[in-house]
């Protein structure tokens, strides 16, 4: 069974206060990992998608990194706007695309 | 241009009515995913259609829950009998069913049964 673990559960920095969210998996093939963003009360929000292990992908502020066993969003300098529940989810191969998603990080970033 | 929508965005019903929530996703995407959000909880993947292919059901939790979709176009999620365990949020998504396949998602409906 693909299984998602994200740490930590929940995150505050200070505006500027650089750090990164962990999610780690285990899935039977990757054919993808994905980072979304959601903000309360909304759907989530596609950031990016990484395919292979040594992958990277940026994005303003953000900086999503993937291994073989977990893959790191790395934000840089965070901005209160960039506060949002962060979620990463696998995608297996033969698996009809569906997603397994973690539980997700809860970022706040303060002024 | 159009995102994925849905309705309603609220659902408040009583333990045992049947409710039904409709998903628009984005035109021309021939995939179409359902997921349920639980309070506290990940994402639960529901059902998956694509195209006029049988549809993959192997997430809906249980005979109360159903899902119809006409074509690649508006696809309702039905419950029958709900109950208070059914209370999430419920979200769909879409993807253009190519090789990058990335799934967008609507707003959701979120579903409290009393």
């Known amino acids: 069974e693909d299984q998602v673990t994200q740490s930590p559960e929940a995150l505050r920095l200070q505006e500027g206060e650089s750090s990164s969210l962990n999610c780690s998996y285990t899935v039977s093939g990757l054919r993808g990992l994905f980072w979304y963003r959601q903000d309360p009360g909304k759907g989530p929000e596609f950031l990016f998608t990484?395919?292979?292990a040594g992958e990277e992908k940026e994005k303003e502020r953000l900086k999503a990194t993937l291994t073989k066993k977990e893959s790191f969003l790395h934000i840089t300098a965070p901005k209160p706007e960039d506060s949002a529940t962060y979620l990463c989810?696998?995608?297996?191969?033969?698996?009809?695309?569906?997603?397994?998603f973690g539980k997700g990080t809860l970022l706040t970033v303060n002024p | 241009g159009a995102g994925v929508s849905q309705s309603p965005s609220n659902k408040v019903t009583e333990k045992g009515k049947d409710v039904e929530l409709r998903c628009d996703p984005i035109?021309?995407?021939?995939?179409l995913y359902w997921y349920r959000q639980r309070l506290g909880q990940g994402l639960e993947f529901l059902i998956y259609?694509?195209?006029?292919?049988?549809?993959?059901k192997s997430g809906l939790p249980s005979d109360r829950f159903s899902a119809e979709r006409t074509g690649e176009s508006v696809s309702t999620l039905t419950i029958q009998r709900t109950q208070q365990e059914d209370s999430a949020v419920y979200l769909c998504?879409?993807?253009?069913?190519?090789?990058?396949?990335?799934?967008?998602f609507g707003p959701g409906t979120r579903l409290t049964v009393l």
């Open positions: 998504a879409s993807s253009p069913g190519d090789l990058t396949d990335t799934q967008y």
């Open positions: 035109s021309g995407h021939t995939a």
């Open positions: 989810a696998v995608q297996a191969w033969g698996s009809n695309y569906k997603l397994t």
């Open positions: 259609f694509q195209g006029n292919s049988a549809p993959d």
């Open positions: 990484l395919y292979s």
